[in-house]
């Protein structure tokens, strides 16, 4: 993972894994005059973005092909939109959430379910131990290999793993999963909880966990 990308979250007090970055010197100057109409600006944007961008779409998407597709999708989508954004949160939210919402429109388009609806916010015996699903893994939080962390989140189920990257990576809370997921907090809940579960599972025998092409160009 780049130096502009994610880093594990050791340290801070927040409930994700990962945190984001201050903001990036000279985004600022360059978000303006792209609204201007600066192409080279827009070029810097892309530049400063490209990565990260990436990241979340292979990261949603466990597919690299279409993660690159999105990623062209997304800065397309900017390009129209950038004269919108206010600075009311950071440019790197914004593009993300952003990013976030095409993603998921183009997997309702294929008709993709997000989560499971059968998921039960009441963990079974096997799911032991119990906790609180809304506070932190500090099993996942320590963990120091971002490598097999990258390609364990990449072996979960689809909706195990959009839930843990939106949570737990992008920092949305319950309640915004929910209505972009189209489901419950409880079942947001309920599907963070099984996929820290599944991800210390793969993390413990990391021999076992696949690694999908790509996923080393966004993990190093």
Not at 38 to 60: G, I, N, P, Q, W
Not at 61 to 80: I, K, W, Y
Not at 97 to 126: A, C, F, Q, W, Y
Request: a neutral charge; proline letters at 4%; charged letters at 25%.
């Amino acid at each position: 993972m780049d130096a502009q990308g994610l880093q594990m979250n050791q340290n801070s007090q927040s409930p994700g894994v990962y945190k984001r970055n201050p903001p990036i010197a000279g985004e600022a100057e360059a978000i303006e005059a792209a609204k201007n109409g600066d192409a080279e600006a827009f070029s810097r944007l892309y530049a400063l973005h490209k990565r990260r961008v990436y990241t979340l779409c292979l990261r949603m998407l466990g597919n690299v092909s279409e993660a690159e597709d999105m990623t062209q999708e997304a800065f397309l989508h900017l390009f129209r939109k950038i004269g919108s954004f206010r600075g009311e949160s950071a440019f790197s939210t914004w593009l993300h959430r952003l990013t976030v919402n095409l993603v998921l429109m183009h997997l309702r388009k294929k008709g993709l379910n997000l989560v499971s609806l059968e998921e039960t916010i009441n963990p079974s015996e096997d799911d032991a131990p119990k906790r609180d699903f809304g506070s932190r893994d500090l099993q996942l939080t320590g963990s120091v290999d971002r490598v097999a962390l990258e390609r364990a989140v990449a072996s979960l189920p689809p909706g195990y793993r959009m839930v843990f990257v939106l949570h737990d990576v992008e920092g949305f809370e319950h309640n915004e999963i929910a209505t972009m997921l189209e489901c419950s907090t409880g079942n947001s809940k309920s599907q963070l909880h099984k996929a820290r579960l599944k991800l210390r599972e793969l993390l413990r025998q990391p021999e076992q966990s696949a690694q999908p092409a790509g996923i080393d160009e966004v993990a190093v």
